[in-house]
Nanobody
């Protein structure tokens, strides 16, 4: 049974930082793709960052490049999203996702979005 549990959201002033964690269970963590998405009401879910845990390749949305960083801790089955220089437009519900298909980043036209099929419940980020 695949489970993804996010933590670390909260409220922060513009220019501040937050660290989101996604703890995964139910699959071998170091073999697939993990991602972070965000969504605000009445808008489509937006891909923020992804990491291919087999080799550590990372991909980012243009809006967060240079400010956000995704990483993995295989020993803890955790994917971490570090967010710096936060802006009010970064506010939203952040979701962790897992793509458990046997694909590499080179198999996708857009490795940022991959083929995510499992989702966490989300953690709220508010930047004011």
């Amino acid at each position: 049974h695949v489970q993804l549990v996010e933590s670390g959201g909260g409220s922060v002033q513009a220019g501040g930082s937050l660290r989101l964690s996604c703890t995964a269970s139910g699959f071998t963590f170091g073999s697939y793709c993990m991602g972070w998405f965000r969504q605000i009401p009445d808008k489509e879910r937006e891909a923020v960052a992804s990491i291919y845990t087999v080799d550590g390749s990372t991909y980012y949305a243009d809006s967060v490049k240079g400010r956000f960083s995704i990483s993995q801790d295989d020993g803890k089955n955790t994917a971490v999203l570090r967010m710096n220089s936060l802006k009010p437009e970064d506010s939203g519900m952040y979701y962790c996702a897992a793509d458990l298909s046997p694909h590499l980043d080179s198999d996708y036209d857009d490795p940022l979005t991959a083929d995510f099929s499992h989702w966490g419940q989300g953690t709220q980020v508010t930047v004011s």
